[in-house]
């Protein structure tokens, strides 16, 4: 039979033990065997850029890499997207950014570039145009001339650093209609048992009360995208 | 700046959707990793397919032994070209478009007697696994008696070589002619002057970033097939799949389009590894999944363009154009796609008088056999050929007679109330206000202060060029008897079901099929605005032939002229029936009743009323309806346009180009577009986006080379350019609003438009840079060294 290894990957915030042929690559692992297709493949010589993924905080091409060389390591896909604590919930900034600007036409690319605009604000929350065009030199598209990619992650740039004044004055904000919600840094909002980093109190773990603090500490665990760069 | 406006678009009663740049229905599942692509889907028990291919441009097949591939673990079956005629389906992969005198060699699923391009699938094998599949390929060992290949177009046709088909000696697949040659040749014996271009389209690969995929699923208890597939136009690949390769009644295959990751054009086309995957799950009676490499997208999806073309254009000395007389030598590959005959003659021709008034037009096309990837229908297809012929031809002109070339453009436009104009190339152009975009266009860049910095510009030593791209584009062929006469065997009609739940909702049958354009979205708000209610009441399902009886599928900057304007007509169907209830119940006569925003109410009572929805209801209770009338609220609608749209508009570029390095730096890229009434500003201005895109990519970065040995020397990503993000610049955009006034919405379709403009407007700008060097053209792609070449840095 096949030569297979067991490797062990934290994807999205959970661990997953898996077996994989030692040529097996990255891409076809998170693919075939954690069943998350949101990452595509749109090429076989690295160019392309649609399988995207961050493996410890930074962006990789998940073809370029054979599965094995990543066990131990926290990948982030776009599946986790929604989790994240910046995404309140909700659809992350990015994400919104791209439907709010249409900065998506067929979406096959929009994995990868959602990765590669995360990897660039969790490094840089406030690129420049050309910064953020050569932060996704490495993604192709063939359908939106990537002008309104780049007004999509300057989007996101906006709402994240209004997120993080909100969270600087006290970490809540005030909606139009007088609502309160918590602000990015701080809203962790996820249900019970989705995640659960082991501590206390925190992240699915043992709880005394569902909702995160406010403080900054706690976003350094386990939701963010396998380390918190900023 | 922009006088676009798309309110009252429709005769619809306001619910204000129409026009509107709501976000896309589509997006949330993309975004967020759910939606999927046929890849994405597994069955349980899913085989894998990998196709073994050709390594030569052009060789007899001697054997092929496949027992070593037979016998590796995991490997179900292997299967030959042999296989699959002994099975008995008809097998022939057919053209979709016939032309007089056109010669039709055979086209096979998997090659049996020769390979005739680098590519060419000559084995199929099973596997358990992907891996196991594409592991086993090398072990399928073919002899092959190489023969002389020929890979261009003119060499094909004029110099001694082996025919690619027996059939075509002379490897003249077609000798096609458009237009009065005697009145073009007189026109250029009385003309004052002639100028004239040679130039070069090269081949382009269309490169969507999901590769070609099929997943089979072969039901031997009812002989049913289910095929999952990357298709633009899931019924015409079931009406082929029926009549061409497979044999089965059209009844007993459902072809899907889940996700479709990008077309261009390659989506369009029946090729033979659909039909391979197809075949073998009816084999094996298992599930098979067969997914392209990219490598094998550069070698087996239809390219586009690759003409070889001699333009000339006669003028008097004001500037009048008297006619053009074009000879196009087209590359067609080494076998007939579906539309690689209409591409490069009716598709190219027809719009070689652009948006002037010129008097006679004579083109003559030889399509070519080739030992080359089949050439097909790419974003453009043949109007953007045809458009870059004209366009270049003027600049020239303009050149030739000291003009300046917005003048001369100027000077020819076809005028407003000239419309419909009849050209000399065989097309009635339905509305156009050709010079109120140019005019918006040069405004933009404040044209005749540009002209002024490039003069002072020059004296420094450096070169900014300016360039313009006026453009027309035919969108939506048809109508079907039209298309009928000129060789298709296909219509060019749409077919929709609008429908009222009984609760009521709305759900839309389009027969179109999105790959990314907005359908979903777009749809919806055309069938809102008919009906009154909500976009997000509205539903808008596609590509699927066991959900949606019939359609013809999305190319040619259709779906929203064609597709739109059969989901409107089938929404106002709907609606008149509603109305007829709301009569009934309200008793009173059907012309008393007003529809305003969903209601229908009692003339001069306007408390009398009764909402469209509510009207569902009653349809399908059925309780109380106008004597004679059947329940429901559906409507089935066939829509054949009288005519094509014609879609228009003028970009402007502006480029600086360093002599000495060859660098091209575009400035600004203005591009104005009227593509009739909008639907949706933002799609639509996303469509122009991505369109100028591909654009600029043909004429600055992208074309497939061949090398000597017949090989594709740009196979991959690294080698066949595909503009990353560094590599464009920001577009400004803008509209003008000119609606078709024979399409029921007004629209006239983006989907190619700035494809068709954007490359030439380039070429423009860098020939108008390079003036001072006496360079009047440069064949795309513009590199820095064909630069540097034509501006003396070899001397």
Known sequence: ?230 | MSDADASGASDGDGSGAFGAAIERGEDVPLLTGSGEYTDDISLRGTTHLAIRRSDHAHARIESIDTSDAEAMEGVLAVFTGEDVVESGVPNTIPTAWDLPGLVQPQYRMLATDKVRHEGTPVAAVVAETRHAASDALEHIHVEYEELEHVTDPVDAVERDVPPVHDEAEDNVAFDFELGDADATDEAFADADRVASVDLRQPRLIPNAMEPRAALADWEEATGKLRLWMTSQNPHLHRMLLSAGTLGLPENKIQVIAPEVGGGFGSKIYHYPDEAVTAWCSMQLGRPVKWQATRSESYLTDCHGRDHVTTGEIALDDDGTIRGVRVETHAGLGAQLSQFGTATPSYLYATVLSGQYTIPAIHCRVVGAFTNTTPVDAYRGAGRAEGIYVIERLVDVAARELEMDPAELRRRNLVPPDEFPYESAAALVYDSGEYERAMDLALEHVDYEELRERQRELRDEGRYIGIGIGSFIESAGLSPSGLAGDLGAQAGGWESSIVRFDSTGSVTVLAGTADQGQGHRTTYAQVAAEELGVSVDDVTVVEGDTDRIPQGMGTYGSRSASVGGGSIARGAREVREKARRIAAHQLETSVDDIEFDDGEFHVAGAPDRSLHIQTIAHEAYLGHDLPEGMDPGLEETNFYDPENFTYPFGTHVAVVEVEPETGEIEIERYVAVDDCGEIINPMIVEGQVHGGIAQGIGAALYEGAAYDDDGHLRTRRMDEYVVPHATQLPDFETDNTVTPSPHNPIGVKGVGESATIAAAPTIVSAVADALEPFGVDHLDMPITPESVWRATGGDN
């Open chain 1, 1 to 230: 039979m096949t030569d297979t290894r067991e490797i062990t990957l934290t994807v999205n915030g959970t661990e997953h033990t898996i077996e994989v042929e030692p040529r097996q690559l990255l891409v076809h692992a998170i693919r075939e065997e954690l069943d998350l297709t949101g990452t595509h493949i749109g090429c076989d010589t690295g160019n392309c850029g649609a399988c995207t993924v961050l493996k410890d905080g930074e962006p990789i091409k998940s073809c370029l890499m054979f599965a094995t060389q990543a066990a131990g390591s926290e990948l982030a896909t776009v599946e986790g997207m929604e989790e994240l604590p910046e995404a309140r919930g909700e659809l992350h900034p990015l994400q919104e950014g791209f439907r709010e600007e249409h900065g998506l036409q067929c979406g096959y690319c929009t994995p990868g570039m959602l990765m590669s605009g995360k990897a660039l604000l969790d490094e840089n929350p406030n690129p420049s145009e050309a910064e953020i065009r050569e932060a996704i030199s490495g993604n192709l598209c063939r359908c939106t001339g990537y002008q309104n990619i780049v007004r999509s992650i300057e989007y996101a740039a906006e709402e994240l650093e209004e997120g993080e004044i909100a969270a600087a004055d006290g970490g809540v904000t005030v909606d139009g209609d007088g609502s309160t919600e918590a602000s990015a840094s701080v809203d962790y909002d996820i249900p019970d048992g989705e995640f659960d980093c082991g501590a206390e109190n925190c992240c699915g773990g043992p709880t005394t009360d569902r909702k995160h603090g406010g403080s900054t500490t706690d976003r350094e665990h386990g939701g963010d995208f396998g380390g918190d760069s900023r």
